[in-house]
């Protein structure tokens, strides 16, 4: 069971950081980063089949490939920047962590322009 | 799932606390300093490998 082995590995790393905390904080931050790492590399391999079937699906629906790719960049640029803006967050810059969310909110706008684009073309194309 | 990277950071953590106690009990403030930033130095060397890894995982999976 991969849940219980995650669970473990997040029990074990709060109190290795708990621990860590009162002599030194930096380190106790830096666990918390590597554990958030660790969890989020092996949850996201498992991703990988589910990946396959979503492409299988785009491709008998005849969606463009454009609109697929995407619509994948915008997922990985969302779960990048919430990964950033936690550990952020988690540091106590609140600031920082806001900037990084808006970064990734800009650049998810950049990479939807051309389907926005799209949607126009054919606004125009029905309205005579 | 490497989980000896957590192990090994905080080793690293118990291990510099004690030596900057020590450090500061005979009184050599500067050398506690240091050794703190060794410390921080070689975790943070970890944490980017980890985070290149990351990123890299991420650039396959998602083919950006």
Not at chain 1, 12 to 36: D, H, N, R, Y
Not at chain 1, 56 to 80: E, G, M, P, W
């Amino acid at each position: 069971m991969d849940i219980m082995k995650i669970v473990m590995v997040g029990i074990i790393a709060a109190l290795l950081a708990v621990v860590l905390k009162e002599e030194k904080p930096e380190m106790a931050f830096a666990i918390s980063i590597v554990t958030g790492l660790v969890i989020f590399v092996f949850v996201i391999t498992k991703l990988n089949s589910v990946m396959m079937v979503l492409k299988h699906f785009a491709a008998k629906a005849n969606i463009d490939v454009l609109y697929f790719s995407t619509i994948l960049k915008v997922i990985a640029i969302a779960y990048i920047t919430e990964f950033g803006a936690q550990i952020c967050r988690d540091a106590g810059e609140g600031a920082i962590a806001s900037k990084v969310e808006f970064a990734g909110k800009v650049l998810i706008m950049v990479i939807a322009i051309p389907i926005l684009a799209a949607l126009m073309d054919i606004m125009i194309k029905i309205i005579p | 799932m490497d989980v000896d990277l957590i192990f090994k950071i905080a080793a690293i953590g118990i291990v510099i606390a004690v030596l900057n106690r020590v450090l500061n009990q005979s009184g050599r403030e500067e050398m506690a300093m240091m050794t703190t930033l060794a410390g921080v130095v070689v975790v943070l060397m970890m944490v980017i490998s980890l985070i290149s890894n990351l990123f890299n995982s991420v650039r396959t999976m998602f083919h950006l």
